[in-house]
């Protein structure tokens, strides 16, 4: 099993479901690479050199900043460009930059969905760890099924973080993570579902996967847009595409 492996997807659509407000946007993607596995304990040791107690379970209580941190890390370390930059907490994505990154909300669900329509991509006992399954922690990546596109634990096991803003109308700078984790109920446990926190929040259920791909342009790609998250700041608006209440 190499942990770093990673899946090379064409360009395709995916369309995002707000059941909310029943609005649907239909997204674009350019070829992109996706991690096989969630990023694990083992890979951060190798990387940061801190302690990996078990090494093949899905790193998790991670940050935003720690996750966006970790992928500049991973790029250094494999002598790739570094896809952010910093300036204080103030985060900037180098869209045309091909290293190590996470993906945005349209990659992760056309990657997680591999062309199902459902709300999961297969029978859930067959290929996400959930609360039905018992225990009190995430296990190791890959023991379930993958999906049609070789991805494992897409859904269950530990939420995954995404670079998209969850909804700045409501709560300034959330970041979306996706997926549902081990001790969730089916419900949460779907592609299209949103949660996220503030980019210091940790949580014990949600960590990461690593993305790759440059594009051209400066501030948007694969369903991303920096004047899009301009336009929708300020509180008191309407939810964004596929917002989910977490509880």
């Not at 064409?10 to 239909?26: F, I």
């Not at 103030?90 to 669900?109: F, I, K, M, Q």
């Not at 342009?217 to 998250?229: E, F, L, N, R």
């Given at each position: 099993?190499?942990?770093?492996?990673?899946?090379?997807?064409?360009?395709?659509?995916?369309?995002?479901?707000?059941?909310?407000?029943?609005?649907?946007?239909?997204?674009?993607?350019?070829?992109?690479e996706i991690g096989v596995f969630a990023v694990t304990e083992e890979q951060f040791a190798?990387?940061?050199?801190?302690?990996?107690?078990?090494?093949?379970?899905?790193?998790?209580?991670?940050?935003?900043l720690r996750a966006i941190r970790f992928c500049n890390a991973a790029s250094e370390w494999e002598g790739l460009d570094p896809a952010y930059t910093f300036d204080g907490e103030?985060?900037?994505?180098?869209?045309?930059?091909?290293?190590?990154?996470?993906?945005?909300?349209?990659?992760?669900?056309?990657a997680c969905r591999a062309g199902s329509t459902g709300p999961q991509y297969g029978p859930l006992p067959e290929i996400a760890w959930t609360g039905a399954d018992g225990g009190?922690?995430?296990?190791?990546?890959?023991?379930?099924?993958?999906n049609l596109h070789g991805l494992f634990d897409t859904l269950g096991n530990v939420w995954e973080w995404c670079w998209d803003l969850l909804d700045p109308e409501?709560?300034?700078?959330?970041?979306?993570?996706r997926g549902g984790g081990?001790?969730?109920?089916?419900?949460?446990?779907?592609?299209?579902?949103?949660?996220?926190?503030?980019?210091?929040?940790?949580?014990?259920d949600v960590g990461m996967r690593l993305?790759?791909?440059?594009?051209?342009?400066?501030?948007?790609?694969?369903?991303?847009?920096?004047?899009?998250?301009?336009e929708r700041g300020g509180r008191g608006g309407p939810h964004p595409i596929g917002w989910t209440q977490r509880g």
């Open positions: 099993m190499d942990l770093w492996e990673m899946r090379s997807l064409p360009g395709g659509t995916v369309t995002l479901h707000d059941a909310r407000r029943e609005q649907h946007r239909m997204v674009r993607l350019e070829a992109f190798e990387v940061l050199g801190v302690p990996a107690s078990r090494p093949r379970h899905p790193a998790r209580d991670l940050s935003w103030e985060v900037t994505w180098h869209v045309d930059s091909d290293g190590y990154r996470l993906p945005t909300e349209a990659e992760w669900e056309f009190s922690e995430p296990h190791d990546v890959g023991l379930k099924l993958p409501r709560y300034d700078d959330y970041r979306v993570f081990f001790a969730d109920d089916s419900w949460s446990v779907r592609a299209s579902v949103r949660r996220g926190g503030a980019p210091r929040m940790h949580h014990d993305a790759r791909g440059g594009f051209d342009g400066v501030d948007s790609a694969q369903g991303w847009s920096a004047q899009a998250d301009v």
